[in-house]
């Protein structure tokens, strides 16, 4: 597999992780917290990303050969719905920061949308937690 297609899979496994954490904080906060603005904040980000999908990247997964796909301890566990909630975003502003710095490589257009869901994810951060009282 060349460089470019390891970036590719780099790319699609990051966005696919994003989108995961997204629809998780949704759902939290459409199931949980019954609250409209914040689950369709998070879907708008969510559906923010579909431009970035191409599914000639799937020919790049291999989930078979990825060497790190065996969950570590803390993945397996949350404490607390905060605590859940707060690895959720962890895993989105880190998937953000990855795809803006490999689209630079690729589709540099698409590092700017990255870049955009990741400084929305700070703000949102604080607010979704507001009100939260299990720690």
Same mark, same amino acid.
């Given at each position: 597999? #060349?460089?470019?297609?390891? @970036?590719?899979? /780099? @790319?699609?496994?990051?966005?696919?992780?994003?989108? +995961?954490?997204?629809? /998780?904080?949704?759902?939290?906060?459409?199931?949980?917290?019954?609250?409209?603005?914040?689950?369709?904040?998070?879907?708008?980000?969510?559906? !923010? &990303?579909?431009?970035?999908?191409? #599914?000639?990247? /799937?020919?790049?997964?291999? @989930? +078979? %050969?990825?060497?790190?796909?065996?969950?570590?301890? =803390?993945?397996?566990?949350? %404490?607390?719905?905060?605590?859940? @909630?707060? $690895? *959720?975003? =962890?895993?989105?502003?880190?998937?953000?920061?990855? &795809?803006?710095? $490999?689209?630079?490589?690729? +589709?540099?257009? *698409?590092?700017?949308?990255?870049?955009?869901?990741?400084?929305?994810?700070? %703000?949102?951060?604080? !607010? $979704?937690? $507001? %009100?939260?009282?299990? =720690?």
């Amino acid at each position: 597999m #060349t460089t470019n297609n390891k @970036i590719e899979r /780099l @790319i699609d496994a990051n966005l696919n992780r994003l989108r +995961e954490a997204l629809r /998780l904080l949704e759902d939290v906060q459409r199931y949980i917290f019954d609250n409209k603005e914040l689950s369709y904040t998070f879907k708008e980000l969510r559906h !923010k &990303l579909t431009p970035l999908f191409d #599914t000639k990247r /799937l020919e790049y997964r291999d @989930i +078979e %050969g990825d060497v790190a796909k065996t969950s570590t301890a =803390s993945e397996l566990e949350r %404490g607390s719905l905060k605590d859940m @909630i707060d $690895a *959720n975003f =962890s895993r989105a502003l880190e998937s953000a920061r990855v &795809l803006e710095e $490999a689209f630079k490589l690729t +589709e540099p257009k *698409n590092s700017a949308v990255a870049k955009e869901v990741r400084y929305k994810l700070y %703000g949102l951060h604080k !607010k $979704a937690l $507001a %009100g939260l009282v299990d =720690s």
